[in-house]
């Protein structure tokens, strides 16, 4: 964040928290299991709230699947989107902001055993509009997301293994990565490289051509990473952990010069 405060998710306790000068305090008590957050150009806090679901685990208090902004200095909650071209949210999961200032989010349903009703989407919501679903997507559950600096929208699919782009209207595979990869948040380094976290994998790939044309280098940094989400701060790459159980999560500070 502006302040230098690094704001953060955490899905079982419902609540979006910050680490300040070495201490973890809560900022927004929101219920349900919000999945992921982004930071916007006004320094505001948008987060895709799932409604309570990871994996198995319920909620014991859930909430409607939705799009929620949070002021960061005084941790009041607006719910802003629950639905998408009338369709109301899946279960939101991650988002970023683009370079227009427009939040775009996957909604990739529920994830488990197939056959599923729900498919995934990617949406766009902008200039206090109602949501849109620019992408309707088979079982493939597009996960993390990120923009190039000229509006290129990119997203993982974790069934799939896959890393994937768009124009607007065709979709493009970039690479798959292979197994045990499942890849989830993503973001661009400084030097355009984009950054996968991967639970399977136990580690980051390194995807340094976003036109498939090499293979992704794989960042492990420390012994037993499950790393789901990471974002560059300054010259270092803060990195979400679940580690092992509902009870225990991390976060590392990893320098860029110590990447492959």
Not at 25 to 51: F, S
């Amino acid at each position: 964040m502006a302040d230098g405060r690094i704001a953060f998710v955490e899905e079982y306790l419902g609540r979006v928290s910050v680490l300040e000068d070495g201490s973890v305090r809560t900022l927004a008590h929101l219920g349900g299991a919000p999945n992921g957050l982004a930071v916007d150009g006004d320094g505001q806090i948008w987060v895709a709230q799932n409604g309570g679901v990871v994996g198995d685990w319920r909620s014991d208090r859930p909430v409607a699947p939705s799009i929620v902004r949070i002021d960061p200095g005084t941790g009041f909650a607006e719910t802003v989107a629950t639905t998408a071209s009338g369709f109301e949210l899946q279960a939101p999961n991650d988002l970023c902001v683009g370079p227009d200032g427009a939040i775009w989010f996957t909604d990739p349903g529920l994830y488990g055993p197939l056959p599923r009703t729900d498919h995934g989407r990617i949406c766009r919501l902008a200039d206090g509009r109602e949501a849109e679903i620019v992408h309707q997507l088979g079982q493939v559950y597009p996960n993390g997301i990120a923009t190039t600096v000229t509006g290129q929208v990119l997203w993982t699919e974790s069934r799939t293994r896959r890393v994937v782009t768009s124009d607007g209207t065709s979709i493009r595979t970039i690479i798959e990565l292979d197994e045990p990869a499942m890849p989830d948040g993503c973001t661009f380094l400084p030097d355009g490289t984009l950054a996968v976290a991967s639970l399977g994998s136990r580690g980051i790939h390194l995807i340094r051509d976003l036109e498939g044309r090499t293979t992704a280098d794989l960042w492990r940094f420390t012994p037993g990473c499950n790393a789901t989400n990471c974002i560059v701060d300054g010259d270092s790459l803060i990195v979400t952990d679940v580690a092992t159980t509902q009870h225990d999560g991390r976060l590392w500070r990893v320098p860029l010069g110590s990447r492959p």
